[in-house]
């Protein structure tokens, strides 16, 4: 399972990673129908792609029993995903901001967005560390209860 967790975790890197990519490639656009078209990618692998991919690394996590920071770090990943929406969808009702329509305080509101997203980067590098340290450095398990009152002890 640990092994899994790698993996998965790549991709919650690498989903994070693209984010940043997919964010310049929308911004950079010259037209606002080519900043729509070019912003389907930036919102699908956000809303999805990286969304799940954490839910299921805190899952895998959970299984592979990493230990609660990781299985933490992954959640938070997950919720901080559902931040970023948040920050969009409130801050809008807030501000009276819009898509067609975006307000200085709407601004200020959405500046939060890419921070949010950086620290998801940051928190993506250290789920992968993690997991990358324990499939290349697997810890034994303790021995059971039952196990350790076979063995005599020595004073």
């Known amino acids: 399972m640990r092994k899994a967790l790698l993996v998965i975790s790549a991709i919650v890197l690498l989903s994070a990673l693209a984010q940043l990519f997919f964010a310049g490639y929308f911004h950079f656009q010259n037209t606002?129908?080519?900043?729509r078209e070019a912003g389907v990618f930036h919102v699908m692998n956000g809303q999805y792609v990286l969304r799940y991919s954490a839910l299921l690394a805190a899952i895998v996590a959970a299984i592979a029993r990493m230990g609660a920071r990781t299985i933490w770090?992954?959640?938070?990943?997950?919720?901080?995903?559902?931040?970023?929406?948040?920050?969009?969808?409130?801050g809008g009702m807030l501000t009276g901001s819009?898509?067609?329509?975006?307000?200085?305080?709407?601004?200020?509101?959405?500046?939060?967005?890419?921070?949010?997203?950086?620290?998801?980067?940051?928190?993506?590098?250290?789920?992968?560390?993690?997991?990358?340290?324990?499939?290349?450095?697997?810890?034994?398990?303790?021995?059971?209860a039952s196990d350790a009152s076979a063995t005599p002890r020595t004073a």
């Open 32 to 35: 606002i129908e080519a900043q």
């Open 73 to 90: 770090l992954a959640a938070g990943i997950f919720l901080l995903s559902w931040v970023q929406l948040f920050i969009f969808i409130i």
């Open 98 to 144: 819009s898509e067609d329509f975006i307000t200085p305080s709407g601004s200020w509101v959405a500046s939060i967005h890419p921070l949010t997203g950086l620290l998801m980067i940051f928190m993506s590098y250290w789920l992968f560390t993690r997991a990358r340290a324990a499939a290349l450095n697997p810890q034994p398990l303790p021995p059971k």
